[in-house]
């Protein structure tokens, strides 16, 4: 490894959003392997003597339902684990899929530059002019719903993010004599790329990958809150919203934790993403004198 | 006698690795009115960080841990914050290195200038008349339509005048010059080196003039100070310490450097590099120890005093070692150029061109273009070293990227041993790159910071046309260290791990990698000191010895073109304004430019005067 490649992962290590934000989500990538063995019940199973039973340390709680139930007295806890595996699986391919499709395209506008980047850049100003959630329910509708409808979804519309972003970075890169001396050793365009210009612009682009899961994770919920995502017999977070909705004002609990699983996963991804960007851009270290 | 600034057994330390140490140590300096005292050193010797020990600008980790420094007999490192501040600007004064920073482009000059005018309290009616006639005083022409002009609207030496009268008008006692003319080209800083002698001859200032330049500092100053890793080496009057110097350093800077006139000597460089700030705790006595031709084991253990040499010189070193007859430095004689071969040229460029811009728009109107080179050509034999000089904007850099197929030709023809690849085909890319390779300018940007130098130094060797297996790679990037000068432990380094000159060295070795049979070097040794510039040099010449190889080499420095080139063609505004055997266009310049060109780089001779004053 450069010593370069060690200073970065030894300022990530040393950097408190990093290490808060790996604990979270290892935790949560954890519990979305092994729910099967950690879930109390399956999360389907419907309870109906049971039903909107408070958290066990409630009054009137059971500790056989450790967050309690909800309207038709399904396991809470047994759900919000389930429903991790859910948004970690949209989260990752999603936000994978949005960055292969834009940093592809900007790496292309980038090198090539003249007229690739002038297609390139007048495609993603045309695409983000569209307001963003109206196209994603204009595609979910037209493609109908389905949690893989989702995933392309946001890969179609999010992969703008990326291409703007690594676009201006690669054209700086682009003027490093280095880029020219590969071209001198002979390079093929396609070695120049991914030899050359895709490690310059690498810890740009998994900053804003991790950013981009924070989204997908949000952007999942929504959409299975309005019923365009998961089957009606998969657990997810937003369909426990949407659920405890009417009893919300009996039973709040059921609305509470899933929001708080949500606010938990996108701050862990938004912390991972800024603690990123503060260790591996270089910028920022000049301007604070540690390189 | 008065002195405005006397430094006494000033250190400055900061830790480094869990030590306490010494980055400027045992400073001792005067400074009368009216005289200048030069501080010379290589790029870590400390010099700037006394200019910043005076503004009491020292970076966090820095602070001074000994001595005495005073000015005008006050007590520089004990005055209070307000005082100080009182100070500057008023009786210290300072003129930057880099003139279009120093300037906030937001403001008008008229808008900077009448700031510090009103701190120097001038009152608001009488600021306009004081500038014009301030700038007057520096030689801008046309004052009166500078004023409400931004600092980008003006080249980098008309800044430099500016901040030049700012530093004057308060009539300062003292004025530091950090570097005021490195950024700037030579015909500038000629002017620049004069303006500032002159207003600091006429308003009796003492000034601090600190350079890398010794050439430079013997013209311009009264009194020199060496420094070598944060210790003075040498100390005395300027002609003294050209003419007669004492120290093994100072000897070899000397020798380091190319000269415009007289017999071509191979020149002394030395081993290595200065040892870096993290190195300092190791070497307790003489900090050049390691790197002295002539030590002796008394040096390295230190604790010797500056030994003095009468008429002021003084010299830091023991006595054995100051022995004048040590020849050890002694630089010997280079073989004249080799007498051009008729072989054909490898490189032929026919009325090439390059016109930027000039196209029509949408709507057919024409877009002003510039011309960065006009129709020139030039030829390079085997073996044969040809330099292109030209000051910044003369169209060489440009020059270099058209011959490489970096960018298109606007109209003329490239031919490589007769075949013409001027168009940027793959088949001419096979000729064109098999035969010529680059050398890049600024090593920092072209060698990729995440490839170890094996890689980088064989980097060729992963193109499609002459992929190699590992072990072919490995022997092969071995023989190129060996070749550039470079120790095997570097296969595995990284070229932030790498001093400039090591990176230098890289570059090189990857241009060699194809075994090319003529080198484009763009101003290769411009960033290096003198003393790593010299190692670069004589490598280069060692090249021709070893392969016959060929070499385009851009620069702006005449001295180190006449070291190297046979062939020399000046270049001005893009156009070729003289060309010829360079030891005849030297001796005889024919054009006016080349005169100009010449007349601005100081001269060998101290007592030649310098720079002569323009009618």
Redesign the interface.
């Known amino acids: 490894m450069s010593p370069r490649a060690a200073a970065a992962l030894r300022r990530c290590a040393q950097s408190p959003r990093v290490i808060v934000a790996a604990i979270i989500l290892i935790a949560a990538i954890a519990v979305a392997l092994f729910a099967p063995f950690l879930a109390p019940h399956s999360p389907q199973d419907q309870d109906l003597i049971n039903t909107l039973l408070p958290p066990m340390w409630a009054v009137g709680g059971d500790p056989s339902y450790p967050l309690g139930t909800d309207t038709l007295g399904r396991c809470i806890l047994s759900r919000l684990i389930y429903g991790a595996r859910v948004a970690l699986y949209v989260a990752f391919v999603a936000a994978t899929g949005a960055m292969l499709l834009g940093a592809a395209l900007a790496l292309l506008a980038s090198y090539f530059g003249g007229w690739v980047d002038w297609i390139v850049s007048r495609m993603v100003d045309i695409w983000m002019a569209f307001p963003p959630v109206v196209l994603a329910l204009i595609l979910l509708v037209g493609m109908g719903a389905g949690v893989n409808k989702v995933i392309l979804a946001i890969v179609l519309i999010d992969w703008t993010r990326f291409c703007r972003v690594i676009r201006s970075e690669g054209i700086v890169v682009m003027k490093r004599d280095y880029i020219a001396a590969a071209r001198l050793s002979s390079f093929t365009n396609l070695q120049i790329m991914l030899k050359e210009l895709l490690p310059a612009v690498s810890p740009l682009l998994i900053t804003l990958l991790s950013l981009e899961m924070g989204i997908a994770v949000i952007v999942e919920a929504i959409m299975s809150f309005v019923g365009l995502s998961v089957e009606p017999d998969v657990a997810a977070w937003g369909v426990m919203i949407a659920d405890a909705r009417q009893t919300m004002n009996q039973a709040p609990w059921g609305v509470i934790f899933p929001v708080f699983a949500i606010f938990l996963l996108v701050l862990a991804f938004n912390l991972m993403g800024d603690g990123l960007r503060r260790a591996l851009d270089t910028r920022l270290l000049i301007s604070r004198g540690a390189a | 006698m008065t002195v405005v600034l006397e430094a006494k057994g000033l250190a400055v330390s900061t830790t480094a690795g869990g030590r306490t140490v010494d980055v400027l140590r045992n400073i001792d300096l005067s400074l009368a009115p009216g005289r200048v005292l030069g501080l010379v050193g290589e790029s870590g010797a400390g010099k700037s960080m006394i200019g910043r020990v005076i503004a009491r600008n020292l970076p966090g980790a820095f602070s001074v841990s000994r001595g005495a420094l005073h000015f005008d007999g006050r007590d520089l490192l004990t005055i209070s914050d307000r005082d100080r501040l009182a100070l500057l600007g008023r009786d210290i004064a300072f003129i930057p290195q880099e003139p279009l920073t120093a300037l906030n482009p937001t403001l008008t000059i008229a808008q900077q200038f009448g700031e510090h005018l009103e701190r120097l309290g001038v009152p608001r009616g009488e600021r306009r008349a004081r500038i014009v006639s301030a700038l007057a005083e520096v030689r801008l022409r046309d004052p009166q339509t500078l004023l409400d002009r931004y600092p980008f609207q003006l080249s980098g030496g008309m800044c430099q005048r500016v901040l030049i009268a700012m530093a004057f008008a308060g009539r300062p006692k003292l004025i530091v010059a950090d570097e005021p003319t490195t950024a700037l080209d030579v015909s500038t800083q000629a002017h620049i080196v004069q303006i500032i002698r002159r207003m600091q001859r006429d308003t009796g200032t003492a000034l601090l003039f600190i350079t890398h330049d010794l050439r430079l500092a013997a013209h311009v100053c009264d009194e020199i100070m060496v420094l070598y890793a944060g210790d003075m080496i040498e100390r005395g009057p300027a002609r003294s310490i050209i003419n007669n110097p004492r120290h093994p350093y100072t000897r070899a800077l000397l020798a380091a450097n190319p000269a415009l006139s007289g017999p071509r000597l191979r020149l002394a460089s030395l081993p290595d590099q200065m040892p870096a700030i993290s190195a300092f705790a190791d070497l307790p006595g003489c900090r050049f120890a390691p790197r002295c031709p002539v030590r002796d084991p008394a040096c390295a253990a230190g604790g010797f005093e500056p030994l003095s040499l009468g008429d002021g010189h003084i010299a830091r070193c023991a006595p054995g070692c100051l022995s004048g007859e040590t020849q050890a430095i002694a630089p010997t004689a280079l073989a004249p150029w080799p007498v051009a071969r008729s072989d054909a040229p490898v490189l032929q460029v026919d009325n090439l061109s390059k016109r930027y811009g000039g196209g029509r728009t949408l709507f057919g109107a024409e877009t002003p273009g510039v011309n960065a080179v006009l129709p020139m050509s030039l030829s390079v034999r085997p073996g044969e070293f040809v330099g292109v000089v030209g000051e910044s904007g003369s169209g060489k850099s440009t020059l270099a990227r058209l011959v490489?197929g970096?960018e298109p030709p606007t109209s003329g023809a490239i031919r490589i041993d007769g075949k013409d690849v001027t168009k940027d085909a793959p088949q001419a890319?096979?000729i064109r790159?098999d035969a010529l390779?680059?050398v890049?300018?600024?090593p920092q940007?072209?060698?990729?910071?995440?490839?170890?130098v094996q890689s980088l130094v064989t980097?060729?060797m992963?193109?499609?046309?002459?992929r190699a297996d590992a072990v072919t790679r490995l022997s092969r990037a071995k023989a190129l260290l060996t070749e550039t000068g470079l120790a095997p432990e570097m296969l595995d380094r990284?070229p932030?791990?790498l001093s400039g000159g090591q990176k230098q060295r890289v570059n090189i070795a990857?241009?060699l990698?194809?075994t090319p049979r003529l080198l484009v070097a763009d101003e290769i040794v411009s960033g290096l000191d003198v003393s790593v510039q010299a190692q670069i040099l004589n490598l280069l010449l060692d090249l021709r010895e070893a392969r016959d190889i060929g070499l385009l080499f851009i620069s702006h420095d005449l001295a180190v073109v006449r070291y190297l080139c046979a062939r020399v063609i000046v270049m001005q505004n893009g156009a070729v304004v003289e060309e010829g055997v360079t030891e005849e266009v030297f001796a005889a310049p024919q054009h006016p430019y080349t005169r100009a060109l010449l007349a601005a780089v100081p001269p060998d001779d101290v007592d030649q005067p310098w720079p002569v004053e323009a009618a």
């Open positions: 490489m970096l890319r096979v790159l390779q680059m890049f300018q600024d940007s072209a060698l990729n910071p995440r490839r170890p980097q060729a992963e193109s499609p046309r002459r990284y932030a791990q990857r241009a990698c194809v």
